[in-house]
């Protein structure tokens, strides 16, 4: 079956403009995750979307940054007004959100360079 | 964060054996994954560790002991297309819920 996909594959942008990313969830998973991965570092987790629950934004790292996911589906992580320490691979995962294993399996990402 | 060490490089030969450490300090854990990614590919999903022990899945195996903080990835009869970042990542509380990931082994194969 289809895998997690993201869009688009790469952004360039310039400073002080506004993206949007999205992310689309395997069928069927309920729980939603986006990290991001800048050269040298581990994922950082941004923030996280389980079901109807209100979602945990305790990663995201300023109030620049929004995620919101529409019908418990496809999800948008907006940044507005970029800046170049927001240059990473923005990643997207979902699980089946199970109490059981409930692996994260991962997009292939999106490639964000602020100029 | 929650304190989750692994090297950042190792190499190895094609056909060898080798084993990348983890250690992690962290309350209410919950289970250790550890991930594969190649160069500008997305992390996939290789084991998982919740008891103490040994996983074996073919030529992979992980090994955790929750009282000493550590996990061990043992990858056998390498490949050069093992050629990745390795990336240890722990889970804390609830079965659901964010990743906490280290900073990722990136292993080199030489033939």
């Known amino acids: 079956g289809a895998g997690v996909s993201q869009s688009p594959s790469n952004k360039v942008t310039e400073k002080g403009k506004d993206v949007e990313l999205r992310c689309d969830p395997i069928s069927g998973h309920t729980a939603l995750y986006w990290y991001r991965q800048s050269l040298g570092q581990g994922l950082e987790f941004l923030i996280y979307?389980?079901?109807?629950?209100?979602?945990?934004k305790s990663g995201l790292p300023s109030d620049r940054f929004s995620a919101e996911r529409t019908g418990g589906s496809v999800s948008t992580l907006t940044i507005q007004r970029t800046q170049q320490e927001d240059s990473a691979v923005y990643l997207c995962?979902?699980?089946?959100?199970?109490?059981?294993?409930?692996?994260?399996?991962f997009g292939p990402g999106t490639r964000l360079t602020v100029l | 964060g929650q304190n989750i060490d692994q090297p950042t490089e190792m190499t190895a030969t094609e056909g060898a054996i080798v084993q990348i450490n983890c250690t992690y300090q962290?309350?209410?854990?919950?289970?250790l994954f550890w991930y594969q990614q190649h160069a500008g590919e997305a992390p996939t999903f290789l084991s998982y560790n919740v008891l103490d022990g040994l996983e074996e899945k073919g030529r992979f195996s992980s090994f955790l002991s929750r009282s000493k903080g550590y996990s061990y990835l043992l990858l056998k009869e390498l490949q050069m297309k093992d050629s990745a970042s390795y990336l240890c990542?722990?889970?804390?509380?609830?079965?659901?819920?964010?990743?906490?990931f280290g900073r990722g082994t990136q292993l080199t194969v030489w033939p």
């Open positions: 995962a979902s699980s089946p959100g199970t109490i059981l294993t409930d692996t994260q399996y």
């Open positions: 962290t309350s209410g854990f919950n289970g």
């Open positions: 990542a722990v889970r804390k509380g609830s079965t659901l819920g964010r990743l906490y």
């Open positions: 979307f389980q079901g109807n629950s209100a979602p945990d």
